[in-house]
């Protein structure tokens, strides 16, 4: 009897395992199939108009760069969408390290943006797991967009830092700054929409997501006019 329940037991979770695998496939097609509907078939649109424009007239001096980074912009949004669908890691994580990676996105920030990124990392580079590079990775791509959608800040700081039994990632500007409160409510102080209540508020719950989701905590501070601190801890794991 105890061999027949330790046996079904068994494949309960074989069962369970499956259907899991199975859920996962199902939901990584629908994916799929919305992205190459809606997103990967805009953003081809975009990219056909930009070179049709280009082909029709020729780019004005002062129009040149923003126009070729409108055009690389979309170009690797479409890969990174690719890229998600398929379950790959992102770009960057594929020859680099994650300090390396984030060098390079704070790079192709500033080049978008203007404000240059300092980059830091600080302690003996330790073992993560992919997960946990991905997410510490797209923390910070968010937390630098938002810089670029909310913030006018004139200095960027990114830290990556390796400590005892956690690592940990900040990003912190000198912008405008915003009330954390707000961002629940969705009202700003004089009654109208908070700035960051849409799209940054949205954002900032898929990083918390994220890192809460490898037994991490993400703190967020802010306040008008005092700039914004995002600061990601996620655990190391033991050797082993």
Request: hydrophobic share 40%.
């Amino acid at each position: 009897l105890e061999a027949s329940l330790a046996e079904n037991a068994g494949l309960h979770a074989q069962l369970l395992a499956q259907a899991r695998e199975a859920g996962v496939l199902d939901e990584r097609q629908r994916m799929a199939r919305e992205i190459h509907d809606t997103v990967a078939q805009g953003l081809t649109g975009i990219i056909a108009q930009l070179q049709a424009a280009e082909q029709m007239h020729e780019v004005p001096a002062p129009w040149a760069r923003p126009f070729a980074a409108v055009k690389t912009l979309a170009r690797d949004s479409l890969a990174e969408a690719r890229r998600s669908v398929e379950a790959l890691r992102p770009e960057p994580l594929e020859t680099a390290r994650l300090s390396e990676a984030l060098a390079d996105v704070a790079e192709q920030w500033s080049k978008l943006h203007g404000p240059a990124v300092q980059v830091t990392t600080t302690g003996t580079v330790r073992p993560m797991t992919p997960e946990a590079e991905f997410a510490l990775l797209r923390t910070a791509q968010e937390a630098l967009a938002n810089v670029a959608k909310h913030a006018r800040a004139t200095r960027v700081g990114l830290t990556l830092s390796y400590l005892e039994n956690e690592v940990a990632l900040d990003v912190r500007d000198d912008g405008e700054g915003f009330d954390p409160a707000r961002l629940e409510t969705g009202t700003a102080a004089d009654g109208g929409p908070a700035p960051r209540s849409r799209d940054g508020g949205f954002g900032l719950t898929i990083m918390r997501q994220r890192v809460e989701g490898l037994a991490g905590t993400l703190q967020i501070e802010s306040e008008p006019g005092a700039g914004t601190g995002i600061s990601a801890r996620i655990p190391l794991l033991p050797a082993g």
